[in-house]
Nanobody, 128 residues
Framework: QVQLVESGGGLVQAGGSLRLSCAAS????????MGWFRQAPGKEREFAAA????????YYADSVKGRFTISRDNGENTVYLQMNSLKPEDTAVYYC?????????????????????WGQGTQVTVSS
């Protein structure tokens, strides 16, 4: 049974930072693709960042590139999303997801259907 548990969300002012954590069990993060998606009220869930099994290559949505950093701690079997320079439009529920897919290339990691397990989500609210 694969389980993902997110934590670290909260309320922060614009320009501030937060670090989200995703603790995984039942699957090793270093041998899997791990992604962060987000869903704002009234909008579809969208891709934010991913880190793949091979060498830890990372991919980012244009909207977060240069501000967010995805990383993993193999010993803790945990994936992180460091979010800096937060904007009100970053307000959303953030979801962690995992995929057994082993391919090279960013496009597939941006698609929700590529992932087979999801966490429950953590709320991030950025005030202006």
């Amino acid at each position: 049974q694969v389980q993902l548990v997110e934590s670290g969300g909260g309320l922060v002012q614009a320009g501030g930072s937060l670090r989200l954590s995703c603790a995984a069990s039942g699957r090793t993060v270093s041998s899997s693709g791990m992604g962060w998606f987000r869903q704002a009220p009234g909008k579809e869930r969208e891709f934010a960042a991913a880190i793949i099994w091979s060498g830890g290559s990372t991919y980012y949505a244009d909207s977060v590139k240069g501000r967010f950093t995805i990383s993993r701690d193999n010993g803790e079997n945990t994936v992180y999303l460091q979010m800096n320079s937060l904007k009100p439009e970053d307000t959303a529920v953030y979801y962690c997801a995992t995929t057994p897919m082993r391919v090279i290339g960013s496009r597939l990691y941006q698609i929700r259907s590529s992932y087979d397990y999801w966490g429950q989500g953590t709320q991030v609210t950025v005030s202006s």
